[in-house]
């Protein structure tokens, strides 16, 4: 149900969904991408070994009245190709999610 609910609601795909969490009015889905789907970010090979996760969390669009965040656990990996070890590469999990720097004074557009 709720691997539907996320596919229909956030357009999330190819992620597998593993729990919600009510916490102060906030929903917050937990969702997690297979190791297999998991590239090296320097040379893009698909030979990688596990080394830890980092959790990032995004803001999603409220459901009603609460506050939306998704929780998910971007893996560490070494690449056994090239033997760099980071984050994987991947993609944001909200299909059009765009991020933007905030304007300042110093950060004017051209």
């Known amino acids: 149900m709720c691997t539907s609910l996320l596919y229909h ?13 009510y916490q102060g009015g906030q929903v917050i889905f937990t969702i997690n991408q297979d190791l297999k789907t ?15 996760r980092v959790e990032r969390r995004f803001r999603a669009l409220p459901i009603g009245s609460r506050v939306t965040t ?6 560490r990996v070494q690449c056994l190709a ?3 070890c980071g984050r994987s ?21 051209a």
């Open 38 to 52: 998991c590239r090296c970010s320097a040379c893009g090979a698909r030979e990688v070994r596990p080394r830890g």
């Open 89 to 109: 590469r991947s993609p944001s999990p909200i299909r059009g999610a765009h991020y933007r720097r905030r304007r300042t004074a110093n950060n004017r557009a």
């Open 70 to 75: 998704l929780v998910r656990p971007i893996p």
């Open 82 to 84: 090239c033997a760099w």
């Open 9 to 21: 609601t956030f357009g999330i795909r190819g992620y597998e969904y593993v729990r919600t969490e």
